[in-house]
T-cell receptor, first 116, second 110 residues
């Protein structure tokens, strides 16, 4: 089956720094990827839709200047949390769209971000 | 907003069938029912999906009522590794975003 990886799996950073999370589709090309955020004991919340070669589409309430998304190739999308604060600590999960399958969305293993 | 309603939690004995219900009374004719599950601290895993007909794969069966207002996911022989949060999602067409609700926490007990 299609595999999606994320790097890093865990990251701890100081408040005010920026953190970049990578999402890669390993064995297929994905023109569309999605970024989700999940707080403890809560469900996944869609943050944005990332399309290769164009600007990301952000969900209502998600600050595009704080969560920078770059989908520079058909196998890589990055999420950069700028000027991170403790309230940005969360589990960030990406998914990639496989257009030829009814299943379609394949999820990465997630990245645990802790901002001190 | 999620368009589905699921019980917050369920328990199931190991080796028995786990039946997880989902209400989607406002589903429209071109919306599919998808099921995903999330094991603790991992990304969601696709289980099964359907439109009108019942579906079965190596993981589970999906039973959709004739009026399509509800469905049931069946894990025929639950194991301890099936303990997870199960999400029922309705989605129009292919490729559109998934909107996750609260899901059902399934605890499989020995």
């Amino acid at each position: 089956g299609a595999v999606v990886s994320q790097h890093p799996s865990r990251v701890i950073c100081k408040s005010g720094t920026s953190v970049k999370i990578e999402c890669r589709s390993l064995d297929f090309q994905a023109t569309t990827m999605f970024w989700y955020r999940q707080f403890p004991k809560k469900s996944l919340m869609l943050m944005a839709t990332s399309n290769e070669g164009s600007k990301a589409t952000y969900e209502q309430g998600v600050e595009k200047d704080k969560f920078l998304i770059n989908h520079a190739s058909l196998t890589l999308s990055t999420l950069t949390v700028t000027s991170a604060h403790p309230e940005d600590s969360s589990f960030y999960i990406c998914s990639a769209l496989l257009g030829t399958s009814d299943n379609e969305q394949f999820f990465g293993p997630g990245t645990r971000l802790t901002v001190l | 907003d999620a368009k589905t309603t699921q019980p917050p939690s369920m328990d199931c004995a190991e080796g028995r069938a786990a039946n997880l219900p989902c209400n989607h009374s406002t589903i429209s004719g071109n919306e599919y029912v998808y099921w995903y599950r999330q094991i603790h601290s991992q990304g969601p895993q696709y289980i099964i999906h359907g439109l009108k007909n019942n579906e079965t794969n190596e993981m589970a069966s999906l039973i959709i009522t004739e009026d399509r207002k509800s469905s049931t996911l069946i894990l025929p022989h639950a194991t301890l590794r099936d303990t997870a949060v199960y999400y029922c999602i309705v989605r129009e067409g292919r490729g559109n975003k998934l909107v996750f609700g609260a899901g059902t926490i399934l605890r499989v007990k020995s």
